[in-house]
Nanobody, 119 residues
Framework: QVQLVESGGALVQPGGSLRLSCVAS????????MTWYRQAPGKERELVAV????????NYADSVKGRFTISRDNAKNTVYLQMNSLKPEDTAVYYC????????????WGQGTQVTVSS
């Protein structure tokens, strides 16, 4: 059974930090590009950060560059999102996504973890 389980969301003050984790099971994690998305109330889901299957390449939304860092540990089937200098506009549900293109396109989603940035 395929599972992506996010954790680490919390209420944090502006300027604070959080580390999100997403643990994968039921598929070959090291073959998948992993992406963090987020969705704020009343807004569309947006890409936050992506990391290739081997971890050699990453990319970020402009809004989080320099503040967030995506990483992965293929031995632990886990992807992380380190979030620093958090702002109220970072408030959203954060979702983990796994994507592979071969041999067929396969796409998995987690259930999300809530991040609230507020004083």
């Amino acid at each position: 059974q395929v599972q992506l389980v996010e954790s680490g969301g919390a209420l944090v003050q502006p300027g604070g930090s959080l580390r999100l984790s997403c643990v994968a099971s039921g598929f070959i994690f090291s073959r998948y590009t992993m992406t963090w998305y987020r969705q704020a109330p009343g807004k569309e889901r947006e890409l936050v950060a992506v990391i290739t299957n081997g971890g050699g390449s990453t990319n970020y939304a402009d809004s989080v560059k320099g503040r967030f860092t995506i990483s992965r540990d293929n031995a632990k089937n886990t992807v992380y999102l380190q979030m620093n200098s958090l702002k109220p506009e970072d408030t959203a549900v954060y979702y983990c996504n796994a994507l592979s293109w071969a041999p067929i396109v396969t796409n998995y989603w987690g259930q999300g973890t809530q991040v609230t940035v507020s004083s």
